[in-house]
């Protein structure tokens, strides 16, 4: 089963439409990209007073450059443009129309084609310089501002993605938000960077060659990945896109982390009263890769038909999840207690955990995303990640000591009702000081007698 990553924007920024979404959504985006400061202040506000438990992801603008137009631009058939980032060495007498960029040009090697708007708008290459690319459009085009430039094998500049993300950090440090999105991941070392900057949940987009080639390493290192199909299929060609989804997913799911799939999942849907076949086809093909996420741009950002189309979703999810169609995840054999945990059956057991890190989260979920946790932890961004997954519930404690015997019991006892609704036996995994790729402390069986309910 997967939920719904909501995107907020002009037609669900007023307080009685925002309410509406937050019933469908416990996650919603904010796009750093569009609107000022003081709007995203004031929606992070607004957001936090409605569902103080709604969790906000903000996408920090990246540097892909994007069309630096503030009017919609008219572009023919066959007509040769411009994209230029700097007016320097610009030749003002070309006849060539154009279009200035946000942000510098990228290394790439050789190419045929380049596009805008997430392979939307496609232009023949004719050459390039060192501030601008000129292209013959293959198609007529209504320009709209901001458009993303996407250009195949494309290389971007870590350090000038650093500074970009750093600098708009400083700027939303006051913001209510509680996780980042960080564009054309390419490597692990801008996450590690960044992490030392802020304790918030990272999100890294895996969207082009490099990110594919990494993704590893990335998966690893960050609390969320999220495949943008648009940009990831302009970048690294249509025809690639299907076998890189399956190999990110299955590095996300492989490293226990959340898996967000985004663009298009229910586009048709802005102009019909129900999906096209082939979004339905690919809705079920990402919760077949255990996607956790399905994230709504547009259908929640512009459209009017926004509450048709979450309440479409809503009872499409339902009927997939009577199907109860979880498959084990089969990446890793699991060892040491994990050997026992992959023989429990999913449907009539639950796990209770004392985590401070969450690393046997991840680990566990491994295994099985279907099994369904209890976690105890006193970290707010485990608690905050926690919240966000699928068949877990989470408690945010005081501070763990390291004698935890008490203390475990305590807390079970308060929520004891909770803990074994459903169950009579339970797995208690007690982790609280374990380190990453450690052993996990200690895994006991105990019975809902134990706690006199």
């Known amino acids: 089963m997967s939920n719904i990553l909501c995107t907020i924007g002009p037609i669900s920024q007023n307080y009685n439409n925002l309410k509406k979404i937050l019933n469908h959504s416990n996650f919603v985006r904010l796009n750093g990209a569009h609107n000022t400061i003081e709007w ?13 438990n709604c ?7 990246g540097i892909k450059p994007r069309t630096a137009n503030l009017d919609n631009i008219k572009i023919k058939k066959n007509q040769i443009v411009k994209f230029y980032f700097s007016k320097k060495n610009l030749d003002k007498k070309d006849p060539f129309l154009k279009i200035p960029l946000t ?15 997430d392979g939307r708008y496609n232009f023949k290459f004719i050459s390039r310089g060192k501030n601008f690319i000129l292209g013959k459009s293959l198609n007529e085009v209504l320009l709209l501002p901001k458009k993303g430039l996407n250009i195949p094998g494309s290389e971007y500049s870590d350090k000038l993605q650093e500074k970009v993300y750093l600098n708009f950090l400083r700027k939303i440090s006051k913001l209510k938000i509680d996780a980042i999105g960080l564009s054309y991941v390419q490597n692990s070392k801008i996450i590690k960077r960044v992490k030392k900057k802020t304790n918030k949940i990272i999100v890294s987009k895996v969207e082009n060659t490099l990110g594919c080639d990494n993704v590893k390493e990335i998966s690893e290192n960050s609390d969320i990945i999220m495949i943008d ?19 990110i997913s299955n590095f996300t799911k492989k490293s226990g982390k959340l898996l967000i799939m985004a663009t298009e999942n229910l586009d048709s849907m802005l102009y019909n009263t129900s999906p096209s076949k082939s979004e339905i086809i690919s809705l079920s093909f990402s919760k077949s890769l255990n996607a956790d996420y399905l ?22 999810n339902e009927i997939e999840h009577k199907r109860n169609n979880f498959k084990k995840n089969k990446i890793n054999k699991p060892v040491d207690i994990f050997q026992s945990l992959s023989k429990i059956d999913e449907k009539s057991s639950r796990i209770v955990i004392f985590t401070r ?76 000081f374990a380190r990453k790729n450690s052993r996990a402390n200690t895994l006991s069986v105990l019975n809902k007698k134990d706690f006199y309910l």
Do not use: C
Request: proline share 3%; hydrophobic share 40%.
């Open 103 to 117: 942000k510098p040009l990228p290394k790439f090697g050789k190419i045929q084609n380049f596009t805008l708007a």
């Open 295 to 316: 994230m709504l741009s547009d259908e929640t950002a512009t459209s009017k038909k926004f509450l048709s189309i979450l309440k479409w979703f809503k009872n499409f």
């Open 229 to 247: 199909r648009g940009d990831l299929s302009a970048e690294i060609g249509a025809n690639n896109l299907y076998k890189e989804t399956i190999k």
């Open 357 to 432: 890190k969450g690393y046997v989260i991840e680990k566990i979920l491994n295994i099985n995303p279907g099994f369904k946790l209890f976690v105890f932890t006193d970290s707010q961004k485990v608690h905050d990640l926690s919240l966000l997954r699928y068949n877990v519930s989470v408690v945010k404690t005081v501070k763990f000591k390291r004698i935890m015997d008490d203390f475990i019991y305590k807390q079970m006892n308060k929520y004891k009702k909770d803990i074994f609704f459903g169950n009579d036996n339970i797995f208690l995994i007690y982790a609280a």
């Open 55 to 61: 969790k906000i992801l903000i996408d920090l603008p």
């Open 40 to 52: 995203h202040k004031k929606i992070s506000k607004l957001i936090k007073r409605i569902n103080p």
